[in-house]
């Protein structure tokens, strides 16, 4: 059984800041991708912003230059650094994590609870 279990989320000022982490446990041979989505009310669930396990990143047009991702590959963990935070910056924010569970499996999605941002004044 896999888990990712996120925090950091809150209520935060535009122009604030907040990192969110998420950790995966359970039975984990390998994380090829962690990463984070998000989504608003009305609105598609929609990537953040991805990190490979061995360094790449994506992001989103609208994150580029205020977020950033990182990983810690020894702990499972993946990390949202947001800075700069803006109203539209409002979501539901979701863990993901593409994990094989033992040598010959085929990668998974997993996905945490979801932590909510409001970015308001």
């Known amino acids: 059984q896999v888990q990712l279990v996120e925090s950091g989320g809150g209520l935060v000022q535009p122009g604030g800041s907040l990192r969110l982490s998420c950790a995966a446990s359970?039975?984990?041979?390998?994380?090829?991708?962690m990463g984070w989505y998000r989504q608003a009310p009305g609105k598609e669930r929609e990537l953040v912003a991805r990190?490979?396990?061995?360094?790449?990143?994506n992001y989103a047009d609208s994150v580029k230059g205020r977020f950033t991702v990182s990983r810690d590959n020894a702990k499972n963990t993946v990390y949202l650094q947001m800075n700069s935070l803006k109203p539209e910056d409002t979501a539901v924010y979701y863990c993901?994590?593409?994990?094989?569970?033992?040598?010959?499996?085929?990668?998974?999605?997993?996905w945490g609870q979801g932590t909510q941002v409001t970015v308001s004044s």
């Open positions: 993901n994590a593409e994990i094989r569970v033992n040598w010959y499996s085929r990668p998974q999605d997993y």
């Open positions: 359970g039975s984990i041979f390998a994380i090829n991708v």
């Open positions: 990190a490979t396990s061995g360094g790449g990143t």
